[in-house]
Structure formats: C-alpha cells, structure tokens
C-alpha cells in the first residue's frame, strides 16, 4: 500500500530538453543548463498549480472529464492568458514519435484548405437541451423500463449463480454498489427481515420456490404472450425487458408438434443470446436440451412432409453452434458433449432421417474441422444410405423427402470443405471412390465452388474489410446457409433501405445508441442469400431498434400494474408451466 | 467567542493571501463614496485614502472599540499596534469621540445595528453598509501592510522556520518520535499518532524554507507513505513544492501557515509525549509543537482509533472543543397565523370540492402546535424576515392543502421516484433546482446559460410590454392572469447574462425570482416574470460555486473560490455578511431552516455553520476526509447531512454538536442530498449514477447523546450504514445532479445523461 502511495506521489518534472526545445522555439538559441533545470522546476510546479486547480472546476461541472475549458478557467484564476483559438474538444489526437532514445509527443496541425471549409455543407445543428422524465422507482421497486438499466449487472449475475453461498459479512466494505445491496439484503434476511424487501430478496436468493403475486401471473402471462404472438414490437420488448424465458416451453410445444411456437421460441433464444447484459450461463443446462431437441427431434410439426421443418433444425443448428463458441469452456465443455451427442445418433443405424439430418446440420454449424473429421469420412456411408432411399422402390414418401434434404445438406457443407483441403484437380471417378454414390454430385459442387473462390479472390481485395462481426453466426460466409448457387464471402455490404428507415434513431438518445458496428446488416452478392439467414438478422436488429426508439408499449403492460415490475421474473420458470 | 476570534483572524490571512481582492474591495468603497450614498460617513472615507489625519485616528478608534466590543482581542491587538494608539488614547478619545456616522454606528450595540436590518426601513441600507464598511475597512488595514510588502508577513509566520536545525537531522528526529509512539502502549498510540501529519508537514516545510531541497526531497520519499490515505491529496500538493519561492502564493502552504493545526489529544498522552520529548531534548519537534499546533487537551480516557479516524481528515485537523460550545438556536420559528378572510376562502375552495369541514379541524392541529414554542428556537424577529405578501399567504394555504395529502413514508413505504434527465446536455449540466411546489425546474449550464422549464401543464409566459400594460384594466379580479402575454407561452425559457459556467441556481420561495452563479464571480437576479435579470451581484472576484435563497426569501448567501462565504439581501447591492473562516474553497451554502444560520461546506473538508445576526462561526464540523459538494438540513432543523467527494454521507446534531452517523454506500461524489418532508427518509445523489435512501430516522433516534458525549465530543458512530440503506437506484449512465421531495414525498431527481 505505501508502496503504491509513494511511487504515485513521486514528483515529476519535465525533462530539461523540452524546456530547449521550447527556448529555441521562441529564439532563444543557448539555454544553460542550470537555466534548463531551474526552468523545467517552476514550470512543472505551475503546470500541477494548475491542474489542481482545473480539477476543481472538473468536480463542480459535474464530471469525470477534465476539459480544456477547465484548464483555462483555472488559467483565468491565475490571471492569466488562457489559451485561445483552441476548441474545446473531447479528445485531443495527441500522437506519438520515438527515435534516436527520444520519445516524443505532439499535436498535429494539418494544413487544411479553406475552400475544402467553405464547400463542406454545414454540420447538423446539434439537438437542443431537452427535458424527459420517467419514473425511476415505484414505491420503491424500480420498473424494468427501457430508462432504466438492466436490474442487475453481469458481472453480478454471474457472481450470484457461480457463488450463491458467498458467505458475507453484514457491513462488510466493498466496492460494488449491488453488491453492497445484496449484502444488505441477505444480512436482513438472515434476521427475517420485513415483506417489503422481498423483491430485493428474490434477486439475490439463490434458486428456490416462489409464490407469484396476481400481478407477477398477469405479467408472466403478457410476456409469453407477447412471445408466442403475432406482434412483432412486443416480443421484442419483452425478450428485451430480460424475461428470463422458460424452455420447457420448447418441450411442451416439441409434444405439440406445433412448428410456428417452436420457431418462434427458437428467435427468442436467439435474442436472449444476443443481448449482452444477460448472463445466460446460468441457464445453459435449460436451453441447450431445448435447442438440441429442436435440432434431433424425430418430429417437429404435425404434417412432416410438408412443413419446412428443416428450416428451424438449421436455425436451432447455428444456435447451438453460436452457444457451442460462446459458453463452451474447459470446465462445461459444451462443445465436445454436443459432438459426442451427434455423433453417437448420427453412427446409429437405426436413426430417422429428420434426425440424421440434425445432426448433419447441428456438427456442420460446429466448423470446417469438425465436417472433416466427422463428416467427411461418413459421406460414403450415407451415400450408400441415400442411395438405397432414392432408388429403392418401397420408401415412403417422407423417407424420401429427408434422405433428399441430407443429401443437399452434405453437400453444401462438404464442398467448400474438400474444395479448401483436396488438391487439384477434381476427378469425377476419384471423387466416386473417394466418397462413393455422392462423389458425382460433390464433384461438380467442388468445381463450383472453386470457381468461386476465386471470382472471390479478385474482388474482395479492393473491398476493404469494414466489418466487424461480434457473432460469427450472424455472418453469411460462415452460416453456410448460402444456397449453394450463392457467393460464400460476404462481398457487398449494404443495408436494405427498409432498415435504414427503422435505423435512423428519434432524436432523443436516453439510451445509448447501439454500436452501428455491431449490427451489421449484409446481403450476399449474388441476392439469393437465404430468407431465412436475413431474416434473422433482420429480427435481432429490429429488436435493438425498438427498444431504443420509444414506440414501445411497454408502458402499457408495466405502468398498469406497478408492482409487478419487478426485474425477477425468472423466478416464474420454476413454478409455471406454459398450458 | 473563541470562534470569532478565528474568523477574524483567518479574516486577515484571507485578506493578505489575496490582496486582489483587497483592492477591490477598496474601489468598491470609493466606488460608494463617490456616488454619494454614503459620502458622509467618514469611515469610508478614511481608505480611500483623502481623509485628514485626525478622522482616520477616530475611525480606528471607532474600530477598535466594535471590536472590543465583540471581544475580539487579538485583533484589537494587532490593529493597535499598527496604529501605533496607546490605550489610554483610546480610551480618551472614545468618550467624546462619537458624532457622524460613525457615533451611530458605535453607539448602539450590534443588536441594535441589526435590528436596522429590516426591509422597510429606508436607513437600512445605509447602516448596513456602514457596518460593513468596518470589516472592509478593517481588513484593507491588514491588507495593506501584508500586501505591500510581503517579506516581513512571510517571515513572521515562518519565523519558526528560519530557526533550523541540522537538515540532515531531520529524518533522526521524525523517525526517533516514530518509533516512541508505535512503542507506546495501544490506548495512547492512536492520538499521539494524530502528531505525525502536522509534524510531517511543517517539518518539509521547515526544510523547504531553508533551502534544503535535497534533504526536503528524501525526507518526503521516506515518510510520506507512512501518512494516512486521506491526506494524500494534500500530500501531493505538497510533493510539487520544492523551493522556497513556491512558498508564496501556494494556498495550502498558507493554509497551514496561517491557521494551527488543531489536535485532540488527552492530558494522559500529552504528558508521555511531553516527557518523551524533554528526555531527548528534541528541541526541533517541540518547537513545532509549540509554534504550529494546537493542542486541545481533555481529561479522560484517551480515544480509540476508529474516533479519531472519524473526525480527523480536514485540512486544519479537528475542530476545537469549545468552538461547537456556542448555543445555536436550532428550532423551527412560529408559522405564521394565516388571516381570517384567507381562511373563509379556503374554506370556500374546500367546500366547492365537497370537502367541508374536514380542512377547518386540520388547520386547527396545525395551529395548535406552531403555537407551542419551541425552547430551541430563536426569538421571531431575532433577523429581520420579509412580511408575508398575500401571494405568499396563498401559497402557504396550498403547502398546508398538500401537507394533508402527503404520503407517510418510512422503511415500509418508500417513495416514488421520478427522475427527470436532461438530454443532449453535451456534458454542459452544472446545477439544478426545483421550486418548492415542483412546478419549475431551472437548471445552469456550462455554457453560461440558465434555463428554466415548467414541469407542469402551464407554460412559462412573460409579462406584456410596458405600453400593453396600460392598457389592460386594472380593477379587473384577473388582472394577475391578464398582465401575462399569451403569445410568450412556452415550456422553457433561456435566460442569457453569465459570461462563464453556471455553478450555482435557486429559485425565491415565491417564484418569482432565480438566483444562478458563476465562474464569472458574479450572482446574478433573475426575474421569472420578464424572465431578464434585475441584478448582478459583484463581490466574489472568483467563480461563485453555490448560491441560495433562504427559506422566507429576501436574503441569500453564496460562497466562492474566495473561501468566504456572503450573505445578501436582494435589495442591496453589497453583501450584508462576510462569512470568512474556511481555509479553502466555500463549495456548497445552505440555509437552516430557520434561516438563523447558514451551512456553508468546504473544499477544506470542514462544514462550518453561521451565525446570521452576527457574522460568527458558531460550529465546525470536520470528519469529512475530502471536498463536500452537498449538504442538507433535516426539516425540523436539528440536524444536518452533508456528502463529500469520498462518497460518505455524514450526520451531524447541530445542537450538541457532534458526528452522529455516517452512511457509506456511493463511490464516488455525492452531489445532492435531501430530507423528506417529514425527515424520515434521506435521499442522496451521487456521481455514480445511483440515487439512495437512508432511514434517517432511525439513524437519529439511535444516536445516544447523554452529556458526556456531548461535553467531550467522543463519539462512537455504529457501523450500520448497510441496516439504514433502504434502497439503491441506479439511472441509467445518469450522474444525480439534485434531488426534491414534492410537498407530497414524492421524490424527484434531476441529471443529465451522459452519453459516454
């Protein structure tokens, strides 16, 4: 501690070869060096005289920024000159040199053209003070509005479900505000405190039966409501208000064969999984059963033959995979569970088609190397299993349409596999041996393919990569749910003028605008890129939308009944289960 | 009177810290003289400077005999000897030397002078300023023979310094007192500790002083570490001082020069240190001791730790004892007996609501206890208040109306919050307040400005022009609604006048005024009926921080980088009262609600509270172990919460005098706080963007105040701050710039957001 102490408070004090370099800039051409010294000592001395007493106008601004406003109020105390012609910015592009042993810092004036300055358009006129009120807490509870943060931080979250026992010391002195609360609330609790603190107490306690008040059922029922519903908005808000949605949903529905709920419960994970404040390893062990069963399930919807079923088990299948990057650690080891899963239905004879193909799409999601390892290998062995379906004369017709969907499937993802790790040239015949009854068809899908890499390779060298993508299953070049006639890379990017519209922001930023970068909005180059894959993407970016525009209705479902604005609502999942 | 004592003094060092303003203030004077108000009077006269001799020798006199006549002995002192006047000169000269002005003046005990103070009065403005002329004239004596030359000022107060010991010596001595009192027993080593910052301090100085740089440099290094952590922003001013000429103009250096570092330290460890001290002949440590400290002694059992700990980390260590002695009269004045007529009107009103009757016995309740006078409370007219208007009788009617309607709010019931965000503020929010009945908000902006916005329904309207005013029919029952131009309505309005940062605003409790404050040094009087201002008030040369009205309006008070806080009163152009004392920045004013005193928090980490009538300090609060940015009265007046920027909210009983809780929980500044309207609930704003509340309550009926915690000042504080926090609200990237409890508890808060 005292060691920190000390090396904080050590004086510093400018080196005297700034204090030349400064003479010379003025014209004095030989400063002694006892000059030097004696100079570099008062101007430090004045330099921190000043800054302390900028600090001072920093508190009472009200901020955490020191400004060069400041440090010329504070200048102004000393009576003197401040500095003009400089622009009080938020940042000051200070840049940095070295050479020679000589670290050097400046500032970079650029020449700039004055009829570069005249031609600009004006700037917008920044947006005028404006007043907003909203409530910030109901008879002490506060409401799980989009004003308000999330209840209860991640880092938070993840403390209270890795370390529920944390033993705490009533009064304890620690630094993070909740958790002070939190202390707060369990050393009350322990003296069986009052019923008003119940809500704080909910948050905090560790998994265990709760009674629903009226107004928490009414709530729960809007919410799943607004899920299942039609209306788009207010799913949006409530898998943004955290709801912590409850996936036996999933199985209750997966029983129902009811595809639509199914799909729609799917987006909803989704969402969960893309909203950054919520820490959803906790319920992992809830999900990944629900997105597995959606993937492998032998049916999904009443009438397997024709609904699209195969949709959802791709989208499940990139959701697991997106979870597979995300949770998987040493210690879980997602990743290797879920492969072994996969793996072990896939090697089973017995298995129907609508599973086989899961399970093809659920360890193709998984990466290149998986689909080499796996995959690959096996390709010969469905083939002789397709094959007997397509030319065998006593197959149902469902039999038929699954064998046809994993046939397409391996081939998708198979042919930019063996197109990355087969060398030249593509021999029909070796392809026939290689991989038996598909090696036709691989074949001419790896030439494609090939074909395309290479179109691929011209142009996107001069397209720049502006792109970040946080989720890597949000990008179409590595779903690889392109058709297979599509491009693979993303190529163009460009936001549909529909989003545009939606994306442009009400003038009133309460909430942090979201990072453009994040939700980046990409169309294939050739257009055909899957609905399915837009439309996703489409959903998340409308969901961050939403909430920060104000056309919500939350008001309606939470302003009504204050009381049950409670940010607990994961407790509903252990004691209700959806009709 | 210690206490006054103090204030003067540090009146002077003010004055020779700062002799800019010293001149100002002298030009100011003239100023007056000139204009011919006050040309009369020959104590203004005097310095500026044209007066014959005989008249400036009166005027001292009459100076020394105010003086005395407030005890103030020391000063009377040192100006005596300035003036070379022998006592017996005095003495005969004040007998027969009170005609003019200054006769007045002197004649009538300050009482008297005073109670000339009122609103009315058409003297009024002149006595005051004649009084106060006495403090200008008074310190611009001291200025001036500070200022013109400061070699001698610097070598009288460091006279102690030039005395040196061997330099090298230095670090012997320190680390030879350091390893007496880490060898002491347990009881006695937490107070002799209290010694080591003041020693560590004045010894750097001492070697600065003389020019040792090195040594000076090496025995920072080594000892600097071993400091408390609170000190550490002292600590490193201090490390940035290396030579003797930085010594001038460094203000924490004159801090510590001007003013005895005040310890608490009990007769027990006293007498070890003493003996400890004389057995080593450790001349160089006592000579410290004995120059630059105060020692207050007491009887008794030395102090633990953790009491020491929790009133020590001001600039100038504790407060002394007999400085929170002073009887302060903290209960709440009689409320005013609303007139019959009025009340038959409200009557009205309530039966038209179908109400009947059920007001008339409230009303009743209320006036039976505002009649039981409270022992603690000061004499009605002991300061002057405004007459109440009809307009103010109104609203005290629609206050007692909401009253009734207020919600009992308590652990079990917390209050709503509603929190207004200022949006696209670009980081330029710098105050915010409400008016008492929450229809406006005003809030003041780093770009100079003031806006006001109406929160309610009705919009904000200016006053018709002078020739439209002519025209309107001035009998008429509506004639207050028809003054209004209907063509101005809007929900805000901007008022433009501060040439710098806005830092302080305050509406009049009528509405009808606001006071904002600036870095431009100057307060400024707005008229929320033109909305333009009336009056710049100058006098603070440096930014003003803070500024408000008082309870019953008329006055106000404002504090400064000037580290003095003023009272004025709208009417005059010149402070009523100079509030000096603190050691640094005066960074938050409030008014009791008696509006008898005034709080004033300082960027020295002491709270110090005012005596109106008289100008004294009649508390010091120190505990606070960095600036405080906010303080708030309890309604009933008994007590005072205060937050600083080590996000700690402390407690104080005015009327004993003492630290009676603390409640930790913010991390970082909290910059608002305030009482329900029934005190139960404490509400506080911080920086880190979380608003919280305390029961307050709870937290004042557990303090035990029997008469030996009041008369030795030890405190034990519970360590409950987790059991009194009843709630934590976090906005969203919204640091809490004020808080306001609406007449029916409900809580609003006000910030702006920050985008980052």
Same mark, same amino acid.
């Given at each position: 501690m005292a060691e920190e102490r000390r090396q904080k408070l050590c004086s510093v004090i400018l080196p005297t070869e700034s204090m030349k370099a400064m003479a010379e800039s003025v014209g004095v051409g030989s400063l002694q060096e006892d000059s030097c010294l004696a100079l570099s000592e008062e101007v430090s001395y004045r330099i921190k005289e000043i800054a302390q007493d900028a600090l001072k106008f920093m508190h009472h601004g009200k901020r955490r920024k020191l400004t060069t406003g400041d440090i010329d109020h504070a200048l102004k105390l000393k009576n003197v000159e401040p500095l003009y012609g400089f622009q009080s910015q938020e940042f000051i592009p200070f840049r940095f040199a070295s050479g020679g042993g000589r670290e050097l810092h400046f500032y970079e004036e650029k020449e700039v053209d004055l009829s570069d300055i005249i031609n600009t358009p004006l700037p917008r006129v920044p947006l005028d003070v404006s007043l907003k009120a909203h409530w910030l807490s109901i008879d002490g509870v506060q409401p799980a509005i989009p004003e308000n943060p999330p209840p209860v931080p991640k880092e938070q979250q993840k403390t209270d479900s890795t370390e529920p026992l944390k033993a705490v010391k009533p009064g304890q002195e620690e630094e993070g505000s909740i958790q002070t609360k939190g202390q707060g609330a369990s050393s009350a609790e322990v003296k069986g405190s009052s019923a008003k603190m119940v809500p704080l107490k909910m948050r905090m306690k560790p998994r265990s039966t709760h009674e629903l008040s009226v107004e928490q059922q009414l709530y729960y029922k809007e919410i799943t409501e607004a899920c299942v519903g039609s209306c788009e908005a207010k799913r949006a808000v409530c898998v943004c208000n955290k709801c912590y949605l409850f996936l036996f949903q999933v199985r209750v529905n997966v029983v129902q064969n009811n595809l639509a709920l199914l799909i729609y419960l799917m987006r909803m994970v989704k969402a969960l999984m893309d909203n /950054? &404040? =919520?820490?959803l390893e906790k319920y992992l062990h809830e999900l990944i059963p629900a997105v597995v069963t959606c993937i492998v399930s032998k049916q999904l919807c009443l009438r397997p033959d024709v609904d699209n079923h195969w949709a959802l088990r791709d989208f499940a299948a990139r959701l697991m995979a997106q979870s597979c990057k995300t949770f998987s650690t040493t210690t879980n080891n997602i990743q290797s569970r879920i492969t072994k899963t996969f793996t072990k239905a896939l090697l089973d004879d017995k298995t129907q088609w609508t599973t086989r193909y899961g399970c093809i799409a659920g360890l193709a999601e998984l990466g290149h190397d998986v689909i080499k390892t796996l995959i690959i290998p096996r390709l010969s062995v469905e083939g002789a299993r397709i094959k007997a379906v397509m030319d065998g004369p006593v197959v149902s017709n469902i039999d038929k349409i699954g064998a046809d969907h994993v046939q397409s499937l391996l081939l998708k993802h198979c042919a930019s596999v063996v197109a990355k790790t087969r060398p030249l040239p593509d021999m029909v015949d070796q392809y026939k041996v290689d991989y038996g009854y598909l090696g036709t068809m691989l074949c001419s899908h790896v030439v494609k393919a090939r074909a395309q890499a290479a179109f691929q390779a011209q142009t996107v060298n001069r397209t720049t990569l502006t792109i970040t993508q /946080?989720? /890597? &299953? =949000?990008?179409v070049s590595q779903s690889g749910l392109s058709t297979s006639s599509g491009s693979r890379a993303p190529s163009i990017i460009k936001v549909p003028s529909s989003l545009t519209l939606m994306s442009t922001r009400p003038g009133t930023p309460t909430q942090p605008s979201p990072p453009a970068t994040k939700y980046i909005v990409m169309a294939t180059s050739a257009g055909a890129a899957s609905t399915q894959q837009v439309r996703s993407v489409l959903h998340i970016h409308r969901v961050h939308m939403i909430v920060h525009s104000k056309v919500i209705s939350v008001p309606r479902i939470l302003i009504a009944t204050p009381g049950l604005i409670s940010p607990n609502i994961k407790v509903f999942k252990y004691t209700f289960i959806l009709q | 009177m210690a206490a006054v004592q103090d204030g003067q003094m540090e009146l002077d060092a003010e004055k020779e810290t700062k002799p800019e303003i010293l001149s100002d203030g002298t030009s100011n004077l003239s100023g007056n003289t000139a204009s011919g108000t006050l040309s009369s009077s020959p104590l203004t006269a005097a310095p500026a400077g044209g007066a014959p001799k005989m008249e400036d020798q009166q005027t001292l006199i009459a100076v020394l005999q105010f003086l005395k006549r407030n005890k103030l002995t020391d000063s009377v002192e040192i100006l005596r000897r300035e003036a070379g006047l022998g006592e017996d000169q005095e003495d005969s000269q004040a007998t027969d030397g009170s005609g003019g002005g200054k006769g007045d003046v002197d004649g009538g005990d300050a009482n008297s002078l005073l109670s000339r103070v009122s609103i009315t009065s058409a003297a009024a403005p002149q006595s005051v300023i004649i009084f106060h002329s006495i403090i200008f004239f008074y310190s611009y004596r001291f200025g001036k023979v500070g200022g013109a030359d400061d070699q001698p000022d610097v070598s009288v107060v460091l006279s102690a310094y030039s005395q040196q010991g061997d330099p090298s010596l230095y670090q012997v001595y320190y680390s030879g007192l350091k390893n007496f009192i880490e060898s002491v027993l347990d009881c006695h080593r937490a107070e002799l500790s209290q010694l080591f910052y003041p020693l560590f301090v004045h010894m750097y100085l001492e070697l600065v002083y003389n020019n040792h740089e090195n040594e000076a440099k090496a025995f920072f290094e080594k000892f600097s570490g071993d400091q408390e952590c609170y000190y550490q922003d002292d600590l490193r001013v201090l490390c940035g001082l290396t030579k003797k000429e930085h010594l001038k103009g460094n203000e924490v250096l004159l801090d510590f020069r001007t003013s005895r570092f005040v310890l608490r330290i009990s007769r027990d460890s006293y007498q070890l240190l003493k003996r400890h001290l004389q057995e080593r002949h450790n001349n160089q440590i006592w000579n410290i001791i004995q120059e630059h400290l105060y020692i207050d002694i007491f009887d008794g059992m030395p102090r633990s730790k953790s009491q020491i700990d929790s009133m020590s980390g001001s600039l100038a260590g504790e407060g002394k004892r007999e400085v929170n002695k002073a009887k302060v009269f903290h209960g709440l004045l009689k409320e005013p007996e609303i007139e019959v007529p009025l009340d038959d009107e409200d009557d009205e009103a309530e039966n038209e609501e179908g109400k009947p009757k059920k007001k008339k016995t409230k009303k009743d309740s209320l006036g039976s206890k505002s009649k039981k006078q409270d022992p603690n409370a000061p004499q009605q007219n002991r300061i002057p208040l405004p007459e109440l208007k009809d307009s103010d009788k109104l609203d005290k009617i629609m206050y007692m109306k909401e009253s009734t309607k207020r919600i009992r709010l308590g652990p079990e019931n917390l209050p709503s919050i509603c929190f207004y965000t200022f949006l696209n503020a670009y980081q330029g929010l710098t105050a915010v307040d409400f008016t008492d009945d929450s229809s406006l908000l005003a809030g003041g902006f780093a770009d100079s400005t003031v806006r006001v916005w109406?929160?309610?329904?009705?919009k904000l309207r200016k006053v018709k022009s002078a020739a439209d005013l002519n025209m309107i029919d001035k009998e008429s029952d509506d004639v207050l609604e028809r003054i209004m131009d209907e063509k101005t309505a809007s929900e805000s309005k901007i008022l433009y006048g501060h040439s710098g940062p806005v830092y302080g605003v305050s509406f009049s409790p009528d509405r009808n005024y606001l006071l904002s404050s600036s870095e431009d040094g100057t307060v400024r009087l707005w008229s929320l009926l033109t909305f333009t201002c009336l009056v710049g008030y100058k @006098?603070?040369?440096?930014?003003?921080?803070d500024t408000q009205f008082s309870p019953f309006g008329y006055y106000f008070v404002s504090g400064g980088h000037d580290r003095v806080a003023r009272l004025w009163a709208t009417d005059h152009y010149q402070p009523l009262r100079i509030f000096a004392?603190?050691?640094?920045?005066?960074?938050c004013t409030r008014f009791h609600p008696n509006s008898n005193y005034v709080a004033t928090g300082s960027t020295d980490r002491t709270i110090r509270l005012w005596d109106v009538l008289n100008g004294n300090c009649v508390r010091i609060f120190t505990g606070h172990k960095g600036p405080i940015h906010s303080l708030a009265f309890s309604p009933n007046g008994k007590f005072l919460a205060s937050g600083s920027t080590d996000g700690r909210v402390l407690l104080w009983d005015i009327g004993h005098g003492l630290m009676i809780g603390e409640l930790k @929980?913010?991390?970082?500044?909290?910059y608002s706080l305030k009482f329900s309207r029934d005190g139960e609930i404490l509400a506080s704003g911080s920086m880190d963007n979380t608003v919280r509340l305390w029961n307050s309550m709870k937290a004042f009926d557990e303090v035990e105040t029997d008469d030996f915690t009041a008369t030795t000042g030890h405190i034990h504080l519970p360590d409950n701050s987790q059991e009194l926090l009843l709630g934590t609200y976090h906005s969203k990237s919204t640091p809490v710039t004020h808080l306001h409890f609406t007449r029916r508890n409900l809580l609003l808060a006000a910030g702006a957001y920050n985008s980052q």
């Open positions: /950054p &404040t =919520l820490y /946080p989720r /890597p &299953t =949000l990008s | 109406s929160v309610t329904p009705k @006098g603070h040369n440096y930014p003003v921080w004392g603190h050691l640094a920045d005066v960074t @929980g913010h991390t970082d500044t909290i």
